[in-house]
């Protein structure tokens, strides 16, 4: 498959490198960076520099850079419509830009001739969205603009769906531990949510989220039931997700890891894993499973209960990426 990615922040960016060893090829990009700037931070990357170190060549070349040999354009235009993928004959866009999250603002790519769209986040109303491990088998060619959700939405979509169907929920809140991310400010300074003006390495700090409402439109059961908030910390990648739950059935901490035990081997097998050591974020960068389960975490009180899960926030995300671009 012909892919352009547009918007090279740190999910285009790391998609460009993990498709650099995959079947499809990568015939451009669309950034306001540099060409030049860009292929810097394709080389150097303060997270997982180790991990790619020596597995791709990059070079900038004079309308773009060279990837393992094979030649990138780079782009640099703010309008979709004057990009030319119809001429490049681009099968997927994949837009991980951020500015573009209707179903009209998508479709633009389409009129520049792009075949299909996958937004790299969750869209507004009309964008349909697809989980891997929840929805993902209904993904059909008659798609020609998608999403994949967030992160956050990966990770708690997998959990939420097996403690319905096995235990019922009557409230829950969940707090997603969270690095800081590119849209706080490094040092104090103005936003119109106060918090998140505040800098981002100095504290930690608790921002809003509509994460709620995405999962109340998955889970018509969640409806008025779910509240949620994320806590940035100063960390740069790594995520925590700390689930509290009122079940409707009695539970025990043995029962809810095992079953999760269970789905890492069967079902979601390679988008969920059970983790029985002590283990802290710095030991989940590079995993690749939508949620890890930290079993030494479980606390059941009566049929209320406290899940935990990791999940690196880049790496695995990007992983889902590709695969539902498999699945397109």
């Keep these: 498959m012909k892919i352009a990615i547009n918007g090279m922040g740190r999910i285009g960016r790391l998609l460009c490198k993990l498709l650099a060893s995959s079947r499809h090829e990568i015939i451009a990009v669309n950034d306001v960076m540099t060409k030049d700037n860009l292929a810097y931070l394709l080389t150097y990357d303060s997270i997982y ?17 060279q990837l393992n ?41 389409l009129t520049a001739g ?6 790299s986040t969750t869209g ?4 349909p969205l697809f989980i891997r491990g929840y ?20 990770c708690t979509v997998l959990l939420l769906d097996h403690l319905i169907k096995n235990f019922g929920i009557d409230s829950l809140h969940i707090n997603v531990i969270h690095s800081f991310t590119s849209r706080q400010s490094l040092v104090d300074g103005p936003h119109k ?22 999962l109340e ?4 059961s969640l409806q008025s039931k779910v509240a949620t908030v994320s806590t940035r910390v100063p960390i740069n990648c790594g995520a925590l997700v700390d689930i509290h739950a009122q079940l409707q059935k009695p539970v025990s901490s043995d029962s809810v890891n095992e079953l999760f035990r269970k789905l890492s081997h069967s079902q979601l097998k390679g988008l969920l894993e059970v983790n029985e050591a002590p ?12 949620a890890i389960v930290d079993s030494t975490l479980t606390h059941v009180l009566g049929n209320h209960l406290k899940l935990s899960a990791w999940f690196d926030d880049q790496f695995a995300f990007t992983n889902r990426l590709i695969e539902i671009v498999e699945l397109m």
């Design 49 to 65: 520099n180790q991990f790619f170190l020596g597995k791709n060549e990059i070079a900038a070349t004079r309308d773009g850079f």
């Design 69 to 109: 040999g094979r030649n990138v354009k780079v782009f640099s235009e703010p309008n979709p419509l004057a990009l030319p993928w119809k001429e490049l004959g681009i099968d997927v866009v994949i837009d991980c830009s951020g500015k573009f999250l209707t179903h009209e603002l998508l479709k633009q790519h």
């Design 114 to 119: 792009a075949k299909r769209v996958l937004l």
């Design 124 to 127: 507004a109303a009309g964008v």
């Design 135 to 154: 929805n993902d088998s209904i993904i059909s060619h008659n798609y020609d603009i998608l999403s994949s959700g967030g992160c956050m939405t990966n």
């Design 193 to 214: 949510d106060f918090r998140r003006g505040r800098a981002a390495t100095s504290s930690v700090i608790p921002v809003k989220i509509d994460l709620d409402q995405t």
């Design 217 to 220: 439109k998955f889970f018509p």
């Design 279 to 290: 283990i802290a974020s710095t030991d989940i960068i590079c995993n690749a499973h939508s």
